[in-house]
Each structure stands twice: as C-alpha cells, then as structure tokens.
C-alpha cells in the first residue's frame, strides 16, 4: 500500500538509507548496529533503519515504514529502538526531513562529559548554530530520552549531543543529516584535542556573525522540505 502511495520515493529512499550506512560506517562516524538513520516520506511517515542489523549487512528490504506514532506500516524487520526519538524530532521540526543518530567517538566523549561544542572552528556555522547543545540522560529507547532530545534540539541548529550516549543530527535531506553528523563528530574532535593540550579560542559572536554572513550568500538548498 505504502508503495503504491510513494512509488519510487519509497525505494530510493531504501536505498539511499542502506547506502548511506555503508558510508558513515566507513568513515567511522557509525559502529556496528549502533545508531540509526531516518527519512521522512510525508508528514506522517517515516523510512528507519531497522533494529540489530550490521550496515553493511543491511538491505533496501530491511528498511521499516513506520507512522509518526511507531506503528510498523510495511517491513518484516522490527524498526530502531530510537524510532520514538525520531518521530519526536520531525514532529517538533518541519524542517527537518532525515536524522542520523551515531555513537562516534569524539562527539560522545564531550557528551559523556556533559560539554556541549563551542564556536572552536567557523564549520559549525554549517549546523546553523554558534554551540551544539547536550541534551539530558534518559534511558535509550524511551519516551524520556524522545522528549530530551525533542526539548533541546531547538531550530534553526541541526545537530545535538545526548549526554552519556551519542549524537543527532537533522538535515533537509539524509546528505545533509550525513555531513551534519560527521561535521559534529569533527567539531567535537577539533575541540576534544584543543583541550588536551591547553584552553581553546572560541570565535567570538562577531566573527561567527561574519561568517554567518558568507554561508548566507551561498545557494539556496532545493531539497523538498516537508
Ligand atoms: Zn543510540
């Protein structure tokens, strides 16, 4: 049935779900079967990778159609453990159509630590903020860690660290959800290393602002934005 309503966006975003697991496996910013990758199909449903299954095991067929509300609409697999985060987060922000969740390194070292990313390089421009913020422990999976990550992961800024636990990042498109989540992990191992041998600068308000100022002038995105 879902196909018959999404036709090839259903399967393109199969495919582009698995591919782009694959890819953040490779270059480290995804482990095992920790994290998890989503796209939004229409206001009200979703494409989620699904639960205990190695990326670069994973098929098209694998990926899970679920509603806003968790109910499973087409997949044999039992979606993410994260799905209620997921679903949190796109009915908090409309302009957010993917999310990856990760476990990377350096991003979970600060968010263990309880640090959020601070302006250390002019990059983090690229997630729409001056500071990626932690937001509060809850046990995974639950409807507590959903309603932290929903409460700190404020727009415009496209990407959060969850304390004791990982990192989100938001986009228009999974590329962009992809490329925020690496540019944090980045971030945070800029700033992680900055630390281990003395006190970081962080740019200050007006200089991000002339940055700000430079991103602004680049292309818009013509992403489909739901
Ligand atoms: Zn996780």
Redesign the pocket.
């Known amino acids: 049935m879902i196909d018959a309503v999404y036709g090839a966006d259903l399967q393109s975003a199969r495919e582009e779900l698995v591919a782009c697991g694959v890819r953040l496996l490779g270059k480290g910013i995804l482990t095992q079967t920790?994290?998890n990758l989503s796209i939004r199909l229409s206001p009200e449903v979703i494409a989620i990778t699904p639960t205990s299954i190695e990326y670069d095991k994973m098929k098209p067929d694998d990926i899970v159609v679920c509603s806003l509300d968790g109910t499973v609409l087409e997949g044999a697999k039992a979606p993410s453990s994260?799905t209620p985060l997921h679903a949190a987060v796109y009915q908090h922000r409309d302009d957010i159509s993917a999310i990856v969740?990760t476990?990377s390194g350096h991003a979970t070292t600060l968010a263990i630590l309880g640090m959020p990313i601070p302006a250390v390089h002019y990059i983090i421009a690229s997630l729409n903020t001056t500071t990626v913020p932690v937001a509060a422990y809850a046990t995974?999976g639950t409807p507590e860690l959903a309603a932290s990550v929903r409460d700190t992961f404020q727009a415009p800024c496209m990407a959060v660290l969850i304390a004791n636990?990982?990192m989100v990042a938001g986009g228009r498109t999974l590329k962009q959800a992809a490329d925020g989540a690496e540019t944090t992990e980045i971030l945070a191992s800029y700033y992680y290393r900055g630390l281990a041998v003395g006190q970081p600068n962080v740019l200050t308000a007006d200089q991000m602002g002339e940055v700000f100022a430079k991103y602004q002038r680049k292309p818009a995105d013509a992403s489909t934005v739901y």
């Open positions: 920790s994290g994260e969740h476990h995974y636990h990982g």
